[in-house]
């Protein structure tokens, strides 16, 4: 696992709310970081599950 450091401020912060959240990414954008338009909350999820944070899931529908 690499040290939460070696990601970005926006996915740092993503981490932190991920505690108290588990949904889709444009939900968790819409809670975290409802002002950054500009932010793939996506994107964000998969730096967290390739520096080992999160482990992503997918569920069937």
Known sequence: ????????????LLSL???CLADWPRRI?????????GYDCDEGLQH????????RQEVAA
């Open 48 to 55: 967290l599950h390739e520096a080992g944070f999160i482990v």
């Open 17 to 19: 709310r991920l505690w």
């Open 1 to 12: 696992m690499r040290p939460l450091a070696a990601v970005g401020a926006d996915d740092r």
């Open 29 to 37: 954008r819409a809670e975290v970081l409802p002002y950054d338009g």
